[in-house]
């Protein structure tokens, strides 16, 4: 950040933070361009999302949590339930502490979730960012606790598992309450099941916004799966 821009991060703060956030997603980026070519997925991932920026992250402390937005289906696409690894080896110099820092990456469910840099603050004017090495690259497992998504999914019985797709699924809160989105009605809408697996209608403009249906879990996924349910005519039926 120059001399002219922490002049207007002083006066403007947003402005501060978003110079911030671009520094820090070029350096994502040159840290993600420089790994091994069998990491091709993860740089295309990368990609075709939104760097939104570097937060603390109170699960994994020494790490900074990733914050990524993905445009449409991406997100689903690249999640993959399970697939989760550290990535490390990768090295960076820091021109302010004049030597080679260290650089780990954590990879969840196939997503890039974390990021640390040893000694560092994670800004742009700290590295030269043609100097990364990923000579000594490796992956390793790592776990992560379970979420909620994990343990609402292995709850359900073996039936209903196999009519969904876990990648697909996630728990949101709608207006204080948790539930588990199964299928999109695009625009921020959905159908979800809370954890006894009554059936909702999420409709954000619709009156009202929360609406229970009268089908079972199992009654609405085989309609879905058998062509049988047409979102125009349900959110029709739900602006009515």
Not at 14 to 43: C, D, H, T, V, W
Not at 113 to 138: A, H, P, R, V
Not at 220 to 240: A, C, P, S, T, V
Request: with cysteine; glycine share 4%; proline share 2%.
């Amino acid at each position: 950040m120059n001399i002219l821009q922490k002049t207007l991060g002083v006066i403007f703060p947003p402005y501060k933070f978003k110079i911030l956030r671009q520094e820090q997603g070029q350096l994502l980026n040159a840290i993600i361009e420089s790994l091994p070519e069998n990491l091709s997925k993860i740089k295309e991932q990368t990609k075709n999302s939104t760097f939104l920026g570097l937060d603390n992250w109170k699960m994994h402390t020494d790490f900074k949590f990733v914050t990524m937005s993905y445009r449409g289906d991406t997100y689903y696409k690249y999640k993959k339930r399970g697939q989760n690894f550290k990535i490390s080896g990768l090295t960076i110099f820091s021109k302010q502490n004049n030597c080679i820092e260290k650089i780990e990456l954590l990879i969840w469910d196939n997503l890039v979730s974390g990021l640390k840099i040893e000694n560092s603050n994670y800004e742009l004017e700290e590295f030269e960012l043609t100097m990364i090495d990923n000579s000594k690259f490796k992956i390793t497992e790592f776990e992560f606790p379970p979420s909620k998504t994990d343990l609402f999914y292995d709850s359900l019985d073996n039936e209903i598992k196999e009519k969904i797709d876990y990648n697909e699924l996630f728990d949101i809160d709608f207006n204080g309450r948790i539930f588990y989105v199964f299928y999109d009605l695009e625009d921020g809408n959905y159908l979800a099941v809370d954890k006894k697996l009554n059936v909702y209608s999420l409709v954000h403009d619709a009156k009202p916004a929360v609406s229970k249906m009268k089908f079972t879990f199992t009654e609405i996924l085989d309609r879905i799966n058998h062509g049988q349910f047409y979102i125009d005519e349900h959110l029709y039926k739900r602006y009515k």
